[in-house]
C-alpha cells in the first residue's frame, strides 16, 4: 500500500454521543452505497456496543451487519481480528491501538477523541504514526 493514495480521516469528537453519531452516520453512508465497511474493535465490550448499536439505530430501521473473524462478503464487518474480512476499502479503527497497513484501505476513519486525557494522547500517538507513514490527513 503507498498510504500517499490514501486518507485517514479524523473526527473529532468532544463528546460521546458525537462519537456514536459519527459511527452510525459513516456506517449508513457507506451501507447506502453499498461498500464494504470493516470496524475495528478492541475487545469484546466494544464488539458487542457496536453490534447494538448498529441493530438499534437509526430509530426507525437498522443497519445490517455481522461479527465476524472470518472471511465474508457482509457489507458491515464488526471485528477484532487485524484482518481485512471483507475485502472493504473503508476502515473504522475503533481500537486504540493501530491497525494493519498491509491493506488497501482507501479511507481509514478514526477518532479524534476529547473525551478523556487517555484518549486525547492515544488519538495524537495514532495522529502522529498515520502522519508519519505519509498518509493524507483530513481533520472534521
Same mark, same amino acid.
Given at each position: 500500500?503507498?498510504?500517499?493514495?490514501?486518507?485517514?480521516? $479524523?473526527?473529532? =469528537?468532544?463528546?460521546? /454521543?458525537?462519537? +456514536?453519531? !459519527?459511527?452510525?452516520?459513516?456506517?449508513?453512508?457507506?451501507?447506502?452505497?453499498?461498500?464494504?465497511?470493516?470496524?475495528?474493535?478492541?475487545?469484546?465490550?466494544?464488539?458487542?456496543?457496536?453490534?447494538?448499536?448498529?441493530?438499534?439505530?437509526?430509530?426507525?430501521?437498522?443497519?445490517?451487519?455481522?461479527?465476524?473473524?472470518?472471511?465474508?462478503?457482509? $457489507?458491515?464487518? =464488526?471485528?477484532?481480528? /487485524?484482518?481485512? +474480512?471483507? !475485502?472493504?476499502?473503508?476502515?473504522?479503527?475503533?481500537?486504540?491501538?493501530?491497525?494493519?497497513?498491509?491493506?488497501?484501505?482507501?479511507?481509514?476513519?478514526?477518532?479524534?477523541?476529547?473525551?478523556?486525557?487517555?484518549?486525547?494522547?492515544?488519538?495524537?500517538?495514532?495522529?502522529?504514526?498515520?502522519?508519519?507513514?505519509?498518509?493524507?490527513?483530513?481533520?472534521?
Amino acid at each position: 500500500m503507498n498510504p500517499k493514495n490514501n486518507k485517514v480521516i $479524523f473526527f473529532q =469528537i468532544k463528546d460521546v /454521543k458525537s462519537k +456514536l453519531i !459519527k459511527l452510525i452516520q459513516t456506517c449508513l453512508y457507506h451501507f447506502e452505497k453499498k461498500e464494504h465497511l470493516l470496524i475495528q474493535v478492541q475487545d469484546d465490550t466494544a464488539l458487542k456496543f457496536v453490534d447494538e448499536l448498529l441493530w438499534k439505530t437509526p430509530k426507525e430501521s437498522f443497519l445490517p451487519h455481522i461479527i465476524s473473524d472470518e472471511y465474508t462478503s457482509d $457489507f458491515i464487518v =464488526i471485528t477484532k481480528s /487485524k484482518n481485512n +474480512l471483507n !475485502k472493504a476499502k473503508y476502515l473504522f479503527n475503533l481500537s486504540a491501538d493501530l491497525i494493519n497497513f498491509n491493506h488497501k484501505y482507501k479511507i481509514i476513519y478514526d477518532f479524534d477523541d476529547f473525551t478523556s486525557e487517555t484518549k486525547k494522547q492515544k488519538s495524537k500517538k495514532r495522529f502522529e504514526i498515520y502522519r508519519n507513514l505519509g498518509f493524507k490527513i483530513e481533520s472534521y
